[in-house]
């Protein structure tokens, strides 16, 4: 019997056991993948003893991801860049590594939402709404998949400097109050800040300057349908939702501790909107 894991603090919220339980079933797997709630002084102890309690891997959330990467024993290049460890397996000589797949699991999302051609049909150019883990994340996706310029505009703007120094010649920090300006030479705009999260503020942003073939992605899944998706779609703009990111995020980290590459079906889809928004409003979600 396989045993994986989420950990966080709080995890009772996380939605990754509806995903990795549905993939168990879907493959017949006789493994389990446990949410598991501990505390940051008690973190380090965990991660140092999966072995003895009889983990292949799991996924780490908020607020563990930065000290999984200070903890494991070898870390991916992407991981290390990031700065921060979502996934956790062992290799064949039992070292501990740590992966980070929001970025993949970003890009897989928007290659199939918007197709293989979209980094060119945007004209290259991204902006990015926010500074923090999530965003880091997804500027080195967005610098893998080879956007050629990518903006962050930040409310505090040093953590958007911070991440210009991911690559220089391609990411620049934005002022807030120079959005405005910024958005006619956008092709992809990116939510990556909690604006917009149920319990959260609006993010208040008039989307009219951008251009007619741009498309707005939000990460925030809950709800759904974002305040921003729905003034993107008003405007007859592509418009990409977080789910997918949190589905193809997932995907790695199953594959290494189930040995199956699992796929990110339209009922998994389905179950994870119907519990999200419930099961009558689930088929008007979107993509
Ligand atoms: P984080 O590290 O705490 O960063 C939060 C970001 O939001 C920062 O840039 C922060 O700006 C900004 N922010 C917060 N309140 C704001 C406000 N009132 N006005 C302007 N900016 C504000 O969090 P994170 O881990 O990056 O996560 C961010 C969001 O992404 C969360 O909603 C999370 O649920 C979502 N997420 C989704 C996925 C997915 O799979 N879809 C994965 C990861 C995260 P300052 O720097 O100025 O504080």
Same mark, same amino acid.
């Given at each position: 019997?396989?045993?994986?894991?989420?950990?966080?603090?709080?995890?009772? =919220?996380?939605?990754?056991?509806?995903?990795?339980?549905?993939?168990?079933?879907?493959?017949?797997?006789?493994?389990?993948?446990?949410?598991?709630?501990?505390?940051?002084?008690?973190?380090?102890?965990?991660?140092?003893?999966?072995?003895?309690?009889? /983990?292949?891997?799991?996924?780490?959330? !908020?607020?563990?991801?930065?000290?999984?990467?200070?903890?494991?024993?070898?870390?991916?290049?992407?991981?290390?860049? !990031?700065?921060?460890?979502?996934?956790?397996?062992?290799?064949?000589?039992?070292?501990?590594?740590?992966?980070?797949?929001?970025?993949?699991?970003?890009?897989? =999302?928007?290659?199939?939402?918007?197709?293989?051609?979209?980094?060119?049909?945007?004209?290259?150019?991204?902006?990015?709404?926010?500074?923090?883990?999530?965003?880091?994340?997804?500027?080195?996706?967005?610098?893998?998949?080879?956007?050629?310029? !990518?903006?962050?505009?930040?409310?505090?703007?040093?953590?958007?400097?911070?991440?210009?120094?991911?690559?220089?010649?391609?990411?620049?920090?934005?002022?807030?109050?120079?959005?405005?300006?910024?958005?006619?030479?956008?092709?992809?705009?990116?939510?990556?800040?909690?604006?917009?999260?149920?319990?959260?503020?609006?993010?208040?942003?008039?989307?009219?300057?951008?251009?007619?073939?741009?498309?707005?992605?939000?990460?925030?899944?809950?709800?759904?349908?974002?305040?921003?998706?729905?003034?993107?779609?008003?405007?007859?703009?592509?418009?990409?939702?977080?789910?997918?990111?949190?589905? =193809?995020?997932?995907?790695?980290? /199953?594959?290494?501790? /189930?040995?199956?590459?699992?796929?990110?079906?339209?009922?998994?889809?389905?179950?994870?909107?119907?519990?999200?928004?419930?099961?009558?409003?689930?088929?008007?979600?979107?993509?």
């Amino acid at each position: 019997m396989t045993k994986a894991f989420v950990v966080g603090h709080p995890i009772a =919220h996380s939605r990754s056991p509806l995903i990795h339980g549905h993939w168990l079933a879907e493959h017949g797997i006789a493994g389990t993948y446990a949410r598991v709630d501990v505390a940051p002084d008690a973190f380090p102890d965990f991660l140092l003893t999966l072995r003895e309690h009889g /983990f292949a891997g799991g996924n780490v959330t !908020i607020p563990h991801k930065e000290a999984a990467s200070r903890l494991v024993d070898e870390l991916t290049p992407r991981a290390e860049k !990031i700065g921060a460890v979502n996934t956790v397996f062992f290799d064949t000589h039992g070292r501990l590594w740590g992966d980070n797949t929001d970025a993949p699991g970003f890009i897989a =999302h928007l290659d199939r939402s918007l197709g293989a051609d979209w980094v060119e049909r945007m004209g290259g150019a991204a902006l990015v709404l926010g500074a923090g883990g999530a965003a880091r994340a997804i500027v080195v996706g967005l610098l893998e998949r080879g956007l050629s310029r !990518i903006r962050v505009a930040n409310r505090t703007r040093a953590r958007a400097e911070a991440l210009v120094a991911l690559d220089p010649e391609r990411v620049a920090a934005c002022d807030w109050a120079d959005l405005p300006a910024a958005l006619p030479g956008t092709g992809l705009l990116v939510n990556t800040t909690s604006l917009g999260m149920a319990g959260h503020g609006a993010l208040d942003l008039d989307l009219t300057p951008l251009p007619a073939t741009a498309c707005v992605a939000d990460i925030v899944y809950v709800p759904l349908e974002t305040p921003l998706l729905a003034a993107a779609r008003a405007r007859g703009l592509a418009a990409v939702d977080g789910l997918g990111m949190l589905l =193809h995020q997932a995907v790695p980290g /199953f594959a290494r501790w /189930f040995g199956v590459h699992p796929a990110v079906t339209a009922a998994l889809r389905e179950r994870l909107v119907a519990d999200i928004v419930g099961p009558k409003a689930g088929s008007k979600a979107g993509s």
